[in-house]
């Protein structure tokens, strides 16, 4: 008899860096560091549970939102202000930061 699981088993991710986390999102690609904090389907990107970048379904362009001290939408945490400098300065990419 085998037991109920409580979640859904995931594909397992391989963790790369946060600066990684944020490529990968500017290509569409999934991915996670090591401690699941920053993570992105390759169309969102999240800090925690705090969606902070999505991707435009007509253009494709990757929009963050400024979570930040200064930002339009204010600040969450230091290491959501973190996630958010990833993704707004990706070597290679464009982002729209609103």
Same mark, same amino acid.
């Given at each position: 008899m085998t037991r109920p699981t409580k979640h859904v088993d995931? %594909?397992?991710i391989q963790?790369?860096?946060?600066?990684d986390v944020a490529a990968r999102w500017a290509q569409?690609? %999934?991915g996670t560091n090591h401690r699941k904090t920053?993570?992105?389907d390759g169309t969102k990107l999240y800090s925690y549970n705090l969606?902070? =970048?999505d991707t435009c379904p007509d253009t494709g362009a990757k929009v963050v939102k400024d979570y930040t001290a200064r930002g339009t939408y204010g600040f969450s945490s230091q290491t959501t202000s973190c996630h958010v400098g990833k993704a707004r300065y990706i070597? =290679?990419?464009q982002t729209i930061v609103v």
């Open positions: 995931r %594909p397992k963790p790369v860096t946060n600066d569409g690609v %999934p920053f993570h992105t969606m902070i =970048g070597p =290679g990419y």
